[in-house]
């Protein structure tokens, strides 16, 4: 138990075993008060049970001998023999953390009412936040004054603080009792801010030539991002995975960027990453255009990690721990700008990438504009959302 947090582990109906409370500790001695809250239907007051343990080790041992669980010598009041008594002496600091410690588990007993099933954290509520929502709980003007606009910034302040000092399974006993209506809008909202940050980190960079900083930074920390290319349901199966070697995790193979699964088919579409700095287009050929070579070669890099893959399927699905599928997979490069290029570029870029089979070219700021049509999705009345919805149908998505 810390001054902030109290972990809560069930071992009954009516007993949950809490995070210990620590009086004091040096180097190789400490003494400890490890509670059990308990549904005490005769004295509801009296919810608290719990023992002592005072523990000594080497100053060489890893662990004090609770913690390691191994053949120790355990002294309690049943060892005492008639004649004898046993002395546990408490400084006044362990007095007081041992006063501290109760006083938040009394605390904490009275605003649960009952045991909860499972294992949950809780986490100390600052008593002036407490009072503000008894407020607005028992005040539906105090509540509405908080909606208007030029009350914004009080919004933010709140919400940081209920996901700072709420536990978590008091935010979902709070979730559970909103209104559907209600509870879709706060998700819409939250929504929109998720999508309006990584729009704003991707407009931010689209001069930004690190492949790294893609893969990782946008890409693989906010990989929904990548899944706007499909139109299954789909989740990352692997990055930098290895699609030829001895394993689909393994060294010693082919790299590929990422690959995404269908959560559904378990079938794998491969995506190479390049960067919005990446050039598409070479020189003038007869009227048209050549490719450069980042792109033709970044096209061929994936159809040929497709080719590794399907080849070597059968040993890597042997040798990994997840099951995969490769059921003529889908490769999509993402790479350069689209704001790059002429008319007459965009015309031969258009022809190329249209006339390929089996590979998706898609640049970056084609994906970001992606996200800005979602955000303005979300942010328009059922009626427009469902326009837009039905203008949107013919978009290039991938259905792996």
């Not at 669980?69 to 953390?97: A, C, D, H, P």
């Not at 931010?204 to 290319?229: G, M, R, Y």
């Not at 979300?378 to 039905?390: D, F, G, R, Y």
């Amino acid at each position: 138990m810390t001054i902030d947090t109290v972990d809560v582990i069930s071992t009954s109906a009516v007993t949950a075993d809490v995070s210990p409370v620590v009086l004091s500790q040096t180097e190789m001695i400490r003494l400890k008060f490890c509670p059990t809250l308990v549904d005490n239907e005769k004295d509801p007051h009296k919810s608290v049970s719990g023992k002592f343990l005072y523990e000594k080790k080497r100053k060489n041992d890893a662990a004090f001998p609770s913690d390691d669980n191994g053949s120790v010598v355990k002294i309690s009041r049943g060892s005492v023999k008639v004649g004898n008594w046993m002395e546990l002496n408490l400084s006044t600091s362990e007095t007081y953390e041992l006063y501290q410690g109760l006083k938040r588990l009394y605390a904490l007993y009275e605003d649960m009412g009952e045991i909860p099933y499972g294992s949950a954290t809780y986490t100390r509520v600052d008593s002036s936040f407490r009072q503000f929502l008894s407020i607005i709980q028992n005040d539906p003007s105090a509540a509405r004054m908080i909606g208007n606009e030029e009350n914004y910034d009080l919004v933010k302040t709140l919400l940081r603080l209920i996901t700072q000092t709420s536990s978590l399974e008091s935010l979902k006993r709070s979730l559970t009792e909103l209104q559907d209506e209600n509870l879709q809008h706060l998700i819409t909202s939250l929504n929109i801010e998720k999508l309006q940050r990584v729009a704003k980190l991707m407009e931010d960079n689209l001069k930004n030539d690190s492949e790294e900083f893609w893969q990782t930074t946008v890409f693989k920390e906010n990989q929904w991002v990548l899944a706007q290319i499909f139109a299954c349901p789909c989740t990352i199966f692997a990055d930098k995975a290895y699609v030829g070697g001895k394993g689909i995790n393994n060294s010693g193979g082919n790299l590929c960027d990422f690959i995404y699964q269908n959560s559904l088919s378990q079938n794998v579409a491969l995506i190479e990453i390049k960067t919005p700095c990446t050039e598409l287009i070479g020189n003038q050929y007869r009227g048209t255009y050549s490719f450069s070579y980042d792109l033709s070669g970044a096209v061929n890099q994936v159809l040929n990690y497709r080719d590794k893959l399907t080849k070597e399927y059968y040993s890597l699905c042997h040798q990994g721990s997840e099951p995969f599928e490769v059921l003529s997979p889908k490769c999509v490069v993402i790479i350069g700008k689209m704001a790059s290029l002429t008319p007459g570029q965009v015309a031969a870029f258009e022809n190329f990438r249209n006339s390929l089979g089996n590979v998706l070219i898609l640049t970056f700021d084609e994906l970001y504009q992606r996200i800005v049509d979602l955000i303005s999705v979300l942010s328009e009345s059922p009626a427009q959302e469902q326009n837009s919805i039905e203008q949107n149908d013919n978009a290039d998505e991938l259905p792996f």
